[in-house]
């Protein structure tokens, strides 16, 4: 689905949780500014992904801001997100690694 890596990015950075309907979903814990004083090196805030593919159940939001996004209605939406995870489940059962641009890549 084109540019849903930037949408889900965006809703991550606004979000603590974010799910990909019969997928799983990207819960974002926030983390603090730190200072590492033996390399002098201050680290700015930041968020911690992890993924959970037992939180699958749809909540509307990905769908609803994937269709304001990109100008689409909402059924049609949730169609090509059905298609898309169809995919990504082949993919991953194939032994395949998924990518989602500025998250990360997930694999079996």
Do not use: W
């Not at 100008?71 to 194939?94: A, P, Q």
């Amino acid at each position: 689905m084109t540019n849903l890596d930037n949408v889900l990015f965006d809703l991550l950075v606004h979000h603590n949780c974010v799910v990909i309907p019969e997928f799983g979903g990207f819960i974002s814990k926030r983390l603090s500014s730190r200072i590492d004083y033996q390399k002098g090196i201050v680290y700015p805030p930041s968020k911690h992904l992890l993924f959970n593919r037992f939180l699958n159940v749809d909540d509307g939001l990905l769908i609803s801001s994937y269709a304001q996004a990109n100008h689409g209605d909402y059924d049609t939406v949730k169609i090509k997100l059905t298609d898309f995870v169809s995919e990504l489940d082949r993919r991953l059962s194939n032994g395949e690694e998924v990518s989602f641009k500025h998250i990360g890549t997930l694999k079996r």
